[in-house]
């Protein structure tokens, strides 16, 4: 199968500036991502979507490529992943290269092990998926969320359920959050159904305390974080 690891890196951040290369441990930030893929046995191509000549220099010296500068139309922070991504396939079938998966790691996940990955291409491989999404158990409930309307509020899941806003937690359904850790995507899938997850998403649990890195006061515990990321994290999804 031709496999290719996507590692979305534009320039703009309004939270924190240059955040795809700053420094952690010596290493750019995006550094971390083109590594996760480098070491993966299943990954063939390990290409870099970005709108900037730096960090396109900086991608390519640590062994990914950077076979086109992303158009600054599609890399504003209100630009969506399913952009880059068609874009991304376009390119590539100018080579005559069709992928039969794109793995997406984000930088702003840097800590992942690469046998988490793997174990997710093998799922979408196996099962007829039409994606593959990583999540965590989420740290709230939506049943206790609320819908400001004008001077009032309105419970999210409607006044049919409200009663629930005051059960304990221990009593209400599990939800689950996007975190950022792995998604996989298939090129088919957003052909058929014009977005990136279709209708058959696998799901794939990961312990919640994933680190990201989005927000300037999460720097000063990235170093702590890197020495035992590998305790904290570990893969939850049933062998």
């Known amino acids: 199968m031709k496999i290719v690891a996507i590692i979305p890196a534009r320039a703009g951040s309004r ?4 955040k795809n ?4 441990k010596n290493k750019p930030l995006i550094y971390y ?4 893929a480098k070491k993966s046995n299943l990954i063939n191509r390990i290409i870099v979507s970005t709108d900037s000549k730096k960090i396109k220099e900086v991608a390519k010296r640590y062994g990914a490529e950077v076979p086109f500068l992303r158009p600054k139309k599609i890399s504003g922070f209100l630009s969506r992943d399913i952009e880059y991504l ?3 396939i376009n390119w590539l079938k100018k080579e005559n290269y069709i992928p039969d998966l794109l793995v997406l790691l984000r930088p702003t996940t840097p800590f992942r092990e690469t046998k988490i990955i793997n174990k997710a291409i093998k799922l979408v491989i196996k099962n007829k998926s039409d994606s593959l999404r990583s999540v965590s158990v989420a740290k709230e409930t939506p049943y206790k969320m609320w819908k400001k309307r004008g001077k009032f509020i309105l419970p999210f899941f409607g006044f049919k359920k409200i009663n629930k806003t005051n059960y304990p937690r221990q009593k209400l359904d599990k939800f689950y959050w996007q975190n950022g850790y792995v998604d996989i995507i298939k090129p088919s899938t957003i052909k058929k159904y014009r977005n990136e ?3 058959k998403i696998l799901f794939y649990e990961i312990k919640s305390n994933i680190f ?13 974080f ?3 990321y590998k305790i904290v994290e570990r893969d939850l999804y049933p062998s």
């Open 226 to 228: 890197y020495q035992n």
């Open 212 to 224: 990201e890195i989005d927000y300037k006061y999460q720097l000063k515990f990235v170093n702590k």
């Open 197 to 199: 997850l279709g209708k």
């Open 86 to 88: 068609k874009h991304c």
């Open 21 to 24: 290369l700053i420094q952690i």
């Open 15 to 18: 939270s924190i500036k240059n």
């Open 33 to 36: 991502s083109i590594n996760s």
